[in-house]
């Protein structure tokens, strides 16, 4: 396992938001026929997988790239719910839940070791 460091967290953070405004600048490129959104979405999902990989030289992938899906998960839904409008019904909130709280177990149980 490799040795987590703060700077590995702060790049995942920064991975994890850049996903967000990619796929964020995704809905707002209406299937690529708005510029400025579609140009966006391709920047911030180049930038997050730069900063991912950034992220995996201090953290093993497997809990990186858990963490990374799972709150892009939690925070795409809410984004949706929030700028977008969207319903979110209370069983997909439901799984989001153990989505995260599979994330978590594999987070702790990778320390474990």
């Known amino acids: ?3 987590e460091s703060g700077l590995g967290w702060l790049f995942l ?6 996903e967000l405004s990619g796929t964020v600048s995704m809905k707002m490129s209406e299937g690529f ?3 400025w959104p579609s140009v966006c979405m391709f920047l911030f999902y180049g930038a997050s997988f730069t900063f991912l990989n950034y992220a995996l030289h201090y ?3 497997s809990v990186a790239y858990a963490i990374w899906s799972g709150i892009g998960i939690v925070l795409i839904s809410l984004a949706g719910v929030l700028l977008f409008g969207e319903r979110l019904p209370s069983a997909s909130v439901m799984w989001i839940i153990v ?3 599979g994330v978590v177990g594999l987070n702790l149980s990778s320390r474990v070791h």
Request: charged content about 15%; cysteine-free.
């Open 59 to 61: 953290m093993d992938m």
């Open 13 to 18: 953070a920064l991975a994890i938001a850049l």
């Open 1 to 3: 396992m490799k040795t």
């Open 99 to 101: 989505i995260v709280i």
């Open 33 to 35: 026929t708005r510029l």
